[in-house]
């Protein structure tokens, strides 16, 4: 019995170890193949959940039921030609799958296909890589190397502050990897506002404010340590700076995203607020997850918002008028089982808190959303 044991032990053991920390992969297209690669990302949440989105209640709480949403879903092509010597065309064109059975949280039911990144580039082995079109700004991939659920796809935390993809007229530079390090740089054109332009964001003067914008990005790896930090200047709205990371030992990773934004207020918010200022915003979340075996992980995030930026307050009808000045607090774990073909499927529990600021900084007026289900994902590439 003692020797079953130890073997159990050394083949956990072992499998542990093959649990290694990989550079992380900006491009989504591979390096090597000259062909079309059909993309297909399915990630089908099941959830139980008492939350905004679900309605409130006679006594102002929030109606509970259950929910499906497809929104991360995607499906596209992407490849890549050879075009000379070290210069290969490549292209990405990704449509998303956004279905839900109830509103979003934000109050807005966007269903059907939608756009997402739609690029055509040069890619080379000294030079770097250049694409422009649809894309995705440098603050995402900071998240995605730093705490996998920061402020996750659901409830309250999904719109805290500067979460969401950027998508439009997008110029994006990545040099190659230098010594462990790679640089970006991207320019946004102009992008009409919320409301189909009739709405935008404003100067602290009131006066609306030129939606050209720019980032630049510098990524870190060596060995299970990987490192990002982003700039924004005018990236939906906002500047400020974006920190993430991830380091990967003994079966173990552990992951940080923490970001200061000064947040541009909308013409329609002005009144709101009372003023045009500029609004100080800054999240940090901390995850950890292990690795039973390849299959096998669990994983538990915290995640902390100040200041925290979220639109659909008077929507919902929750009981304080004002767009900032709400604090959150986001609870997550999930255990995770992983098949072939990168598909996984994952029962797990959110909670967030959240309330606003007093004169002396304390949360208060605290409300909560809860949710418990499965999210399946199936990654085909």
């Not at 130890?6 to 000259?34: C, K, M, N, R």
């Not at 879903?73 to 075009?83: E, F, K, P, Y």
């Amino acid at each position: 019995m003692f020797k079953k044991s130890i073997l159990a032990v050394s083949l956990a053991l072992g499998a542990v170890a093959t649990v290694q920390a990989v550079p992380f992969h900006f491009f989504g297209v591979s390096p090597t193949a000259e062909k079309v690669n059909f993309r297909a990302y399915l990630s089908v949440h099941g959830l139980y959940e008492e939350s905004a989105r679900m309605g409130k209640t006679a006594d102002g709480g929030y109606e509970s039921g259950f929910n499906v949403d497809t929104e991360a879903s995607m499906l596209g092509v992407n490849g890549r030609v050879q075009a000379a010597d070290d210069f290969d065309f490549i292209y990405n064109v990704d449509y998303g799958l956004d279905f839900h059975t109830h509103d979003s949280t934000m109050g807005v039911n966007k269903s059907g296909i939608v756009h997402r990144n739609q690029w055509l580039g040069l890619d080379s082995k000294q030079y770097g890589q250049l694409r422009m079109g649809r894309d995705d700004a440098f603050h995402f991939y900071v998240n995605t190397i730093g705490a996998e659920r920061f402020f996750s796809t659901y409830g309250a935390g999904k719109f805290i502050h500067k979460n969401n993809r950027y998508h439009g007229n997008v110029a994006t530079y990545f040099t190659p990897m230098m010594s462990g390090f790679k640089l970006g740089a991207q320019y946004f054109g102009a992008k009409d506002n919320h409301g189909g332009g009739q709405d935008y964001y404003v100067n602290e003067e009131g006066s609306k404010v030129d939606q050209n914008g720019a980032a630049a990005l510098v990524y870190y790896n060596y060995g299970g340590i990987n490192l990002a930090a982003s700039y924004d200047y005018r990236v939906e709205g906002s500047d400020g700076v974006r920190v993430g990371g991830n380091y990967t030992a003994n079966g173990a990773r552990i992951g940080f995203t923490w970001s200061q934004f000064d947040q541009r207020v909308l013409k329609s918010e002005v009144a709101t607020l009372g003023t045009s200022e500029l609004q100080d915003l800054d999240t940090w979340a901390a995850s950890v997850e292990y690795f039973f075996t390849p299959e096998w992980r669990v994983y538990a995030q915290y995640g902390h918002a100040n200041n925290g930026y979220w639109t659909s307050l008077p929507a919902h009808g929750i009981k304080r008028p004002e767009l900032f000045g709400v604090e959150v607090d986001q609870y997550n774990l999930a255990l995770e089982r992983k098949f072939s073909n990168r598909t996984a499927i994952s029962p797990e529990i959110t909670y967030y808190q959240f309330g606003d600021r007093n004169g002396y900084g304390m949360a208060t007026n605290l409300d909560d959303e809860l949710f418990i289900g499965v999210r399946l994902n199936l990654i085909l590439m």
